[in-house]
């Protein structure tokens, strides 16, 4: 789970039960999912529709068409005849909206007022189950994705991270990592395409309704089966699981040319699937959190001592297994020290004395005042609940706050030793070919800096 940073250190906080929302959660026959987050704070509803769907299910012939489908969700579907009347038909709605795509899930949501609950409903059951893919609105969008992926590309840090993604997922694994796609695939898709993802992916049984706000839970399960209750089961989309992705056999080195001032390199190894080893991943955050602080060991040794301009530790938790990254910025001189004080301070991440117990109890309860703040939007808890739904289940998100509190210094370590201390990684180093020629950098060179026995 991403960490927020802070310097605040509050010791002796714990979070009242009472802050805590209660979800309620009910299942339809057909299996679709509805959780209702009652929240009366104001007359508003977001009606979210998740959907376990995303890049980990694309093979490479359908790299990134999780993503342009996002987009066809909201164009004609039989009641609905164009994407004009479709925009106009929100505009009546009084609704904000939108829809994301990451590598594990897919959402859709409407905020409207609450005397728009039902119709805005059943706006979204049209646009889930009958959508028509017409080929005027498929080709008038490709080049809407495609424009993303031009921003994309304008920015450097896109392809350090494609060409480090790419070696530590494998090449023949990459399209189930790669949310933004392939360019070929998305110019060249077909209505059938389109077809297969909503028929195999967009059934009731791999998806769940999510209405966060001003709604009571019998209300909204009420509704839920008056609008939805006849959308047809399907089968199984995961009766063939998705593969996890091979381990990395060996450490790695990628160098990537491009025209820029600094210097910025990236560790990434492979890290915990939340769905196998959900306490490293616990462990993991907990760390992060601590690690990030300006005041710690980790930031002191890099950033304060000179050799990075600044420093990231993260770890994105996904059912088949995040990556664990640490990049950072430096001048083209410092860019081998600075791996290899990198690779030294993974080493004490281990040591009993790296953290103290006061950091390691203010982490934990600015990670729990955190969680407070995330809560304050319904819309957005909506957005919160619904990826963990589909990524690590509801009584993950739940139970979260609790399990970080009990995260010890054993957990921490088995985490480090288990997924960094003497695992492949890959390093990749974004740099100009100027300062690359000046310093001789080659992958064999950032190779041969090998972790600590």
Do not use: C
């Amino acid at each position: 789970m991403r960490s927020l940073i802070s310097s605040v250190l509050l010791l002796g906080f714990a979070v009242p039960a009472a802050a805590q929302e209660s979800i309620a959660s009910h299942i339809l026959d057909n299996g679709l999912e509805v959780i209702v987050i009652e929240n009366q704070a104001v007359p508003l509803v977001t009606i979210e529709l998740d959907v376990k769907n995303g890049a980990y299910t694309e093979t490479p012939e359908y790299d990134g068409l999780s993503h342009l489908y996002e987009h066809m969700f909201f164009k004609a579907n039989h009641v609905i005849p164009s994407q004009e009347r479709y925009l106009q038909r929100l505009r009546q709605l009084g609704a904000a909206w939108n829809g994301t795509t990451s590598g594990e899930r897919v959402n859709y949501y409407i905020t409207v007022g609450t005397d728009s609950l039902l119709p805005g409903m059943q706006f979204m059951e049209d646009a889930i189950r009958f959508p028509l893919f017409l080929q005027d609105e498929l080709e008038r969008e490709r080049p809407v994705v495609l424009g993303e992926f031009d921003r994309a590309e304008a920015n450097p840090q896109f392809h350090l991270g494609r060409a480090v993604s790419t070696l530590v997922w494998t090449p023949e694994y990459y399209s189930r990592k790669n949310v933004i796609g392939d360019r070929t695939i998305i110019n060249t898709t077909t209505q059938e395409k389109m077809r297969t993802i909503q028929e195999r992916f967009y059934v009731p049984n791999n998806s769940a309704l999510i209405l966060a706000g001003d709604v009571t839970p019998e209300t909204g399960f009420r509704l839920a089966q008056e609008v939805f209750g006849d959308w047809p089961r399907g089968a199984d989309p995961f009766a063939e699981p998705v593969p996890d992705p091979p381990p990395l056999a060996t450490s790695l080195a990628v160098v990537v040319e491009l025209p820029v001032q600094t210097v910025t390199t990236i560790m990434q190894w492979q890290g915990p699937s939340v769905v196998e080893d959900p306490q490293a991943t616990y462990a993991a955050d907990l760390l992060i959190f601590m690690l990030s602080n300006a005041g710690s060991r980790f930031q002191e040794r890099l950033v304060d001592s000179g050799l990075a301009f600044g420093v990231n530790f993260g770890y994105f938790t996904q059912a088949h297994v995040g990556p664990i990254s640490i990049s950072a910025q430096t001048s083209p001189d410092k860019v081998l020290a600075l791996r290899r004080a990198i690779l030294e301070e993974v080493e004490h991440f281990v040591d009993p004395d790296y953290v103290s117990d006061e950091q390691m109890s203010a982490a934990k309860n600015l990670m729990a005042i955190n969680d407070l703040y995330s809560r304050e939007s319904s819309r957005q808890l909506a957005h919160s609940v619904g990826f963990w739904w589909a990524v690590a289940g509801i009584d993950y998100y739940q139970d979260y706050i609790s399990n970080i509190q009990q995260v010890s210094r054993d957990d921490i370590a088995r985490f480090v030793h288990d997924y960094m201390i003497g695992k492949p990684f890959v390093t990749g180093v974004l740099i100009s070919p100027e300062a690359r020629a000046e310093i001789e950098l080659t992958e064999e060179s950032l190779l041969t800096q090998e972790m600590v026995p």
